[in-house]
């Protein structure tokens, strides 16, 4: 049986999760379908999914059509979570992209289109809620050839919209709409449609319209309703027939990647794993990232709508897996998937969590830790600890997901939080070089350790690259490692408290006393050099090294893409320049006028606040991560969270050797 592993996605409230619902009543998965509204969906599983009526994690269910296995994963809608929708991608063999027949083509929806694209991911289209009033399928398919694919082609047509009878005609699979699409991308079939008709079999035109579904060249459009089922089957055929993956490498090397984590009651972690090579076994050793192997206690793989044990899981299959202890969402299994990389636009702004009862100790403790279980589950939540203010700060895309953070903390945890106001996450990238080097058992050094380290630009979004300028074995490697291990972790707060990116680091000297002991006695650390020595010298150095080459704080800019009616642009345009935006171009868009520009990110929501004001409640804003930026106006600081090295007097005094 083959292994198809499938995404669901929408803008919110387009229907994805009674979908889903729906395609597991049809393949009899369930016993009948759950309603968004009356919170007994299966895959909304969390008190606040339930009650707000939106999927706010990923979730997993399985389904069999014909002989495909379908593994279906349920993912956010709302533009807060688009982390949890883009670490799912990378792990899809295709994907069901939902538009309502009544909103139509919505901001999120033209966002996780390119996401799709960008990924080769190949997507059908299903406009659902024809029968719903005020529906318009023949409007919102314009708008999907017009707006998101050019290559949409129509498999069928819904009669009597916008009525509870509505119902959908199937198109012949060699209808002329069909041939229309697919010679637009084949040359051979257009000849032979011109000049030998009797060539063009529908058995061809159905391996055609795979093979391009799969390139992503054509994204086949069904029109039905999830509730009343109408058109669903025709959708489920299209599944499996459009969307079957190539066979998988079972005896290929392991290779798989983590996308999920998250923790059962009594806190057992369980990681959830797409493979595609090869072979998992229960009693397997598996290291990941470079962490102690660790062995596999259990797997479970989703079918027919349960969950059930195996001995092992293979490529193509995706499993539940017990015994990674260290697991974390992004870790890959065994050998990378080849061309596999991970986009995710980095979180814009971050904010302070404080326990409701801020002088509880123990309340503190409590909240630390559920912080930790979540940015286990999301890693981009970014946990950062301030031990000197006592404060817990997390990173967000919006301002929705400190009502998801909050409710997930009380209800799971146990734990009530309060927030303080939004702030903007900056970065730091080196402009100069910059070099400096304490020598061991010379004033000021107080240290068993000789450091030297330079510092210059590296490209844009690399990270920090460490270099080695001294010959490997002049000292034990475990103070190498220590050296590198404090470089990292010092860059994580520049000298305006932001994380340095694009950053060189070279170890320019190095030295260190050997270990000695007294005669016939033991080991004595005040006359040998340790790790320590080296983890604790190396971010003064660093600090002054950085201080010498300087650094430029950038905030993140977004591209945003406004449609608005014609008479609304200027104001519109006043309002993007009085936030800070520059305005790219102005076109056209079907009726519309279609403004692209940059904004601060930090300024986003208050644009996306007033754009209803300004547009007759008519506009549409789609954003994206677009680049960093220097700031303009006065630097921001962020508190420091470390022993401050900048300030020698004062990190000395709390960590001594």
Sequence with gaps: MTSLNLGILAHVDA???????????????????????????????????????????????????????????????????????????????????????????????????????????????????????????????????????????????????????????RYDA?????????????????????????????????????????????????????????????????IAELLRPAPADIAGPTSGVVFKVERQPEGTKVAHVRMFGGTLRVRDRVALAGREPARLTALQVYADGRVTSRAEVVAGEIAQVWGLTEARVGDVVGVPKPGAQHRFAPPALETVVDPVDAADTAARARLHSALARLAEQDPLIGLRQDDVRRELSVSLYGEVQKEVIAATLASEYGVRATFRETTTVCVERVIGTGAAYQVIAVDP?????????????????????????????????????????????????????????????????SGYWARQSHSHGSFDASMSSTAGDFRTLTPLVLMAALREAGTRVLEPVSRVEIELPDDCLGAVLAALTRLGGVPVDTGRRGPSTLLTGHLPAGRVHSLQQQLPTLTHGTGVLVTEFAHYAPVRGPVPDRARTDHNPLDRQEYLRRVGR
């Design 174 to 238: 060699a209808g002329p709409r069909l041939l229309d699409t697919l010679t637009r991308y084949d040359d051979r079939l257009l000849a032979d449609w011109v000049e030998h008709p009797a060539r063009v079999t529908p058995s061809r035109l159905a391996t055609t319209l795979q093979d391009q579904v799969r390139a992503g060249l054509v994204q086949p459009v069904f029109f039905g309703s999830a509730i009343s089922g109408a058109g669903v089957g025709d959708l489920a055929d299209g």
């Design 445 to 509: 050094n107080p240290f068993l350790a000789t450091v030297g380290l330079r510092v210059e630009p590296g490209p844009p979004g690399s990270g920090v690259t460490f270099r080695l300028g001294v010959e490997l074995g002049s000292m034990p490697p475990a103070f190498f490692v220590a050296v590198e291990q404090a470089v990292r972790e010092t860059l994580r707060e520049g000298l305006h408290g932001w994380v340095v990116d694009g950053c060189v680091v070279t170890m320019t000297h």
């Design 15 to 169: 229907g994805k999760t009674s979908l889903t619902e729906r395609l597991l009543y049809d393949a009899g998965a369930i016993d009948r379908p759950g309603s968004v509204d009356a919170g007994t969906t299966h895959t909304d599983t969390l008190a606040l999914e339930r009650a707000r009526g939106i999927t706010i994690r990923s979730a997993v269910v399985a389904f069999t059509i014909g002989d495909v296995a379908v593994n279906l994963i349920d993912t956010p809608g709302h533009s807060d979570f688009i982390a949890e929708v883009e670490r799912v991608l990378g792990v899809l063999d295709g994907a069901v992209l939902v538009v309502s027949a009544v909103e139509g083509v919505q901001a999120q929806t033209r966002v996780l289109m390119r996401a799709l694209q960008r990924l080769g991911v190949p997507t059908l289209v299903f406009v659902n809620k024809v029968d719903r009033l005020g529906a318009r399928p023949d409007g919102v398919l314009k708008e999907i050839t017009d707006l998101l694919l050019p290559g949409a082609v129509a498999m069928g047509e819904a009669a009597g919209a916008g009525t509870r009878d509505a119902k959908v005609r």
